[in-house]
């Protein structure tokens, strides 16, 4: 089975940062697209940024300058590097990688559990 094992959430002051990691493991055999989505309280689930496996990336305009998305796939973990967070960018903050199971044919897509990220003073 697969496993995406989120942290780094927390509680920042206005202009803080944070930086989120997502560490995928068991019977991996390749990762293909990662990406960062974000749930804010009683709005709809949003794509933050994504990474392809050739490590071209893209950014939702209200992050653009101040988030930026990485990955090492050796660790097969992605990051997101949160810099002068404002209090829109509350929410649960959630991985989702697309990638072949060992023993399965097909893409597959898995989520994180989430983490919560606070922006408040």
Do not use: H
């Not at 989120?20 to 949003?46: D, F, N, T, V």
């Not at 050739?54 to 997101?80: E, M, P």
């Not at 002068?84 to 991985?95: H, I, K, M, N, Q």
């Amino acid at each position: 089975q697969v496993q995406l094992v989120e942290s780094g959430g927390g509680l920042v002051q206005p202009g803080g940062s944070l930086r989120l990691s997502c560490a995928a493991s068991g019977s991996i055999a390749s990762i293909y697209s990662m990406r960062w989505y974000r749930q804010a309280p009683g709005k709809q689930r949003e794509l933050v940024a994504a990474i392809n496996s050739g490590a071209g990336t893209n950014y939702a305009d209200f992050v653009k300058g101040r988030f930026t998305i990485s990955r090492d796939n050796a660790k097969i973990t992605v990051y997101l590097q949160m810099n002068s967070l404002e209090p829109e960018d509350t929410g649960v903050y959630y991985c989702n990688i697309d990638l072949r199971e060992i023993g399965v044919v097909g893409l597959q897509e898995f989520w994180g559990q989430g983490t919560q990220v606070t922006v408040s003073s």
